[in-house]
């Protein structure tokens, strides 16, 4: 690379003024979702993200545990993620919702 030649910042970078002097540079590197998840597999994806477990992800969404249990099984299938903290790795960017 030659001095003074600028370059294109890389892809999902971002960038937080925290005052005059501080900047913070980070990457949001969550990839979306797949467009075949239910509408059901996407809270689900959500709540799992931020941590929730499965008995208190059933809580609030009126459900049995088992059945939080099968749509965290068919999100692993769907994503080819081997586990609960791979779908947080993969999809940390939609702890906000």
């Keep these: 690379m030659s001095r003074g ?5 890389p892809p999902n ?7 005059e002097e501080l900047v913070v540079f980070s990457w949001d590197v969550a990839e979306p979702p797949p467009a075949e998840l239910t509408s059901a597999e996407r809270d689900v994806l959500t709540r799992v993200v931020r ?3 499965n008995s208190a992800i059933a809580a609030s969404r009126m459900t049995s545990v088992r059945t939080i249990a099968n749509q965290v099984a068919s ?3 769907k994503t080819g993620a081997a586990s609960r903290f791979d779908l947080i790795r993969r999809y ?3 702890r906000d919702g």
């Design 5 to 9: 030649k600028r370059m294109a910042p």
């Design 13 to 19: 970078l971002v960038a937080e003024r925290i005052d």
């Design 51 to 53: 941590g929730e477990s």
């Design 75 to 77: 999100l692993l299938r």
């Design 92 to 94: 940390g960017g939609l």
